[in-house]
């Protein structure tokens, strides 16, 4: 069964201390790997599109990176700002559904 | 370039009515996605539809169903809410199915 696990659940780090979120993931083939930012009550917010592995995208203090496996989200000396839920989500190359992780909840402590 | 726009942001209802949310896709765009999120919950995923037709859907009860117009805009109806359908509503659009979706604000729908 196609599957995305993302850990920690919870990440509470100090304002500057650099970190990774982890997106493990199942599935036969992948056709891309998603990250999204969602804040409280709001829509998730577009991050990244990875579809090959080496793969690497930045964005200000993002970094997403891609294995055969998992997937990493590196967070560079983090401000409060970037608190928030980060989701990753997979699409499979034979199917036509993308399948979410329940996500990480981060908060930067000024 | 506009973004995915949802209607109405914000819906309180009874036990028993129905409720009909409205998507409007990035232009250009032909696939939308309709997902349920609660507290602390992921996004629970409801249906797909790509070119007027419904492409996949998740494990709801026919109580949740969905429509796509012409022009790519998607309505989603609940019928006999139940409490436990307070929810986010979100609804995201991409240009084809299983690409990178773009999410609208959602609709906050509160059941009393």
């Known amino acids: 069964e196609d599957q995305v696990t993302q850990s920690p659940e919870a990440l509470r780090l100090q304002e500057g201390e650099s970190s990774s979120l982890n997106c493990s993931y199942t599935?036969?083939?992948?056709?891309?790997l998603f990250w999204y930012r969602q804040d409280p009550g709001k829509g998730p917010e577009f991050l990244f599109t990875?579809?090959?592995a080496g793969e690497e995208k930045e964005k200000e203090r993002l970094k997403a990176t891609l294995t055969k496996k998992e997937s990493f989200l590196h967070i560079t000396a983090p401000k409060p700002e970037d608190s928030a839920t980060y989701l990753c989500?997979?699409?499979?190359?034979?199917?036509?559904?993308?399948?979410f992780g329940s996500g990480t909840r981060l908060s930067i402590r000024p | 370039k506009a973004g995915v726009t949802q209607t109405p942001r914000y819906l309180i209802k009874t036990r028993g009515q129905q409720v009909t949310l409205s998507c409007s896709p990035i232009?250009?765009?032909?696939?939308v996605s309709w997902y349920q999120q609660t507290p602390g919950q992921g996004l629970q995923f409801l249906f797909e539809?790509?070119?007027?037709?419904?492409?996949n859907k998740g494990n709801f009860p026919g109580r949740f169903s969905g429509r796509q117009f012409s022009n790519s805009r998607s309505e989603m109806n609940v019928s006999t809410l139940e409490l436990g359908d307070s929810a986010l509503y979100l609804c995201?659009?991409?240009?084809?199915?299983?690409?990178?979706?773009?999410f609208g604000p959602g609709t906050r729908l509160l059941v009393l």
């Open positions: 232009s250009g765009h032909r696939s």
């Open positions: 995201a659009s991409s240009w084809g199915q299983a690409e990178t979706q773009y």
């Open positions: 989500a997979v699409s499979e190359s034979s199917a036509s559904k993308i399948i």
């Open positions: 539809y790509f070119s007027e037709t419904q492409r």
């Open positions: 990875l579809y090959s």
């Open positions: 599935v036969s083939g992948l056709r891309g």
